[in-house]
């Protein structure tokens, strides 16, 4: 595989390194040139130097036959112009874009510029999962399919606790697909009993929480 990163900030290492380490091919570019001095002084002919919301430079950069372009620059901008230019005009199948803002999220939908990563929204998450205040944590959003990842409890005395997956009532567009019990996760079948304390991971349509919450935590 190749990649061509977009950014040479401490995400863009970080990638650049992994990707490297499982063996890949790849480019990184960056426009700053203290930091790509220190960028080039580790990666050597794999840096280098330029904007890369430049069609020439996204070109040098061997756009044109890269597997996947990943935008991770600190302006939301310059990651959708990044994110268009590698999908429409040199034809990447796979384009990654770092969302710095998340009140910029829209603007990466509406241009279809998909998926996306969010930090804040990253760490937000983990915070909920890790201090959660009620029985449901969202996971993450399959933005472009249009679907959530959630986290239940099951909550003791509710339609879940003593259930079989297959006798639930889950609410259409919806789906059980694991079930974690004493840090041992399962994948959920119809005959898979539940019981209060179990992490119950499933796949929905927005706007389905409510539902799950009822069946799973008796809210």
């Given at each position: 595989?190749?990649?061509?990163?977009?950014?040479?900030?401490?995400?863009?290492?970080?990638?650049?390194?992994?990707?490297?380490?499982?063996?890949?091919e790849?480019?990184?570019?960056?426009?700053?040139?203290?930091?790509?001095?220190?960028l080039?002084?580790?990666?050597?002919?794999?840096?280098?130097?330029?904007d890369?919301?430049?069609?020439?430079?996204?070109?040098?950069?061997?756009?044109?036959?890269?597997?996947?372009?990943?935008?991770?620059?600190?302006?939301?901008?310059?990651?959708?112009?990044?994110?268009?230019?590698?999908?429409?005009?040199?034809?990447?199948?796979?384009?990654?874009?770092?969302?710095?803002?998340?009140?910029?999220?829209?603007?990466?939908?509406?241009?279809?510029?998909?998926?996306t990563?969010?930090?804040?929204?990253?760490?937000?998450?983990?915070?909920?999962?890790?201090?959660?205040?009620?029985?449901?944590?969202?996971?993450?959003?399959?933005?472009?399919?249009?679907?959530?990842?959630?986290?239940?409890?099951?909550?003791?005395?509710?339609?879940?606790?003593?259930?079989?997956?297959?006798?639930?009532?889950?609410?259409?567009?919806?789906l059980?697909?694991?079930?974690?019990?004493?840090?041992?996760?399962?994948?959920?079948?119809?005959?898979?009993?539940?019981?209060?304390?179990?992490?119950?991971?499933?796949?929905?349509?927005?706007?389905?929480?409510s539902?799950?919450?009822?069946?799973?935590?008796?809210?």
């Amino acid at each position: 595989m190749y990649a061509v990163i977009v950014g040479g900030g401490k995400a863009g290492a970080n990638v650049a390194r992994a990707l490297l380490r499982m063996g890949h091919e790849v480019s990184i570019v960056e426009h700053r040139p203290t930091r790509f001095a220190t960028l080039e002084a580790e990666f050597e002919h794999i840096a280098r130097y330029g904007d890369g919301t430049e069609l020439f430079v996204l070109e040098a950069a061997g756009t044109a036959r890269a597997d996947v372009c990943i935008a991770v620059t600190g302006d939301d901008e310059d990651n959708i112009i990044i994110g268009q230019l590698s999908r429409d005009h040199f034809g990447v199948a796979n384009v990654v874009a770092r969302v710095n803002d998340p009140r910029n999220q829209e603007h990466f939908d509406l241009l279809g510029i998909a998926p996306t990563v969010c930090a804040t929204e990253s760490i937000l998450a983990l915070i909920e999962h890790e201090v959660p205040q009620h029985s449901l944590v969202h996971l993450f959003s399959l933005r472009r399919e249009n679907l959530d990842i959630l986290e239940i409890g099951v909550v003791e005395g509710s339609r879940a606790d003593g259930a079989r997956v297959g006798e639930l009532s889950i609410p259409d567009g919806s789906l059980v697909i694991s079930v974690l019990r004493n840090r041992v996760g399962r994948v959920a079948h119809p005959d898979t009993l539940l019981a209060a304390g179990d992490q119950v991971v499933a796949i929905a349509e927005p706007g389905r929480e409510s539902d799950l919450m009822e069946i799973f935590a008796g809210d």
